[in-house]
């Protein structure tokens, strides 16, 4: 079973930075794609960035590109996501899901999930 965990959400202002983590269990770390998604209160689930299984490749939402970061570290089975020129807009849940599927966009096709970290960008 692969479990995901996911740190380091908070409070920050409006044009800092944060990092968020996702720590993964199980061997099988470095064979899934990666991605983070985000979730703001009475909205949908939405896709921000990932990354394919061995960091190479990457995708991000055009809302946080240029902006937003997203790498691996297959030696710690952790994916992160470095967020630079936050906005309030940003401030959302963030999940990280694991799948075999590389680069989607689609919730649906990740089959692992976190339980989110709040960030909440203020004004």
């Known amino acids: 079973q692969v479990q995901l965990v996911e740190s380091g959400g908070g409070l920050v202002q409006a044009g800092g930075s944060l990092r968020v983590s996702c720590a993964v269990s199980g061997r099988t770390f470095r064979t899934y794609a990666m991605g983070w998604f985000r979730q703001a209160p009475g909205k949908e689930r939405d896709f921000v960035a990932a990354?394919?299984?061995?960091?190479?490749?990457?995708a991000y939402a055009d809302s946080v590109k240029g902006r937003f970061t997203i790498s691996r570290d297959n030696a710690k089975n952790t994916v992160y996501l470095q967020m630079n020129s936050l906005k309030p807009e940003d401030t959302a849940v963030y999940y990280c899901a694991a799948g075999v599927v590389s680069g989607t966009r689609r919730p649906g096709e990740y089959d692992y999930w976190g339980q989110g970290t709040q960030v909440t960008v203020s004004s």
């Open positions: 990354v394919s299984w061995s960091g190479t490749n990457t």
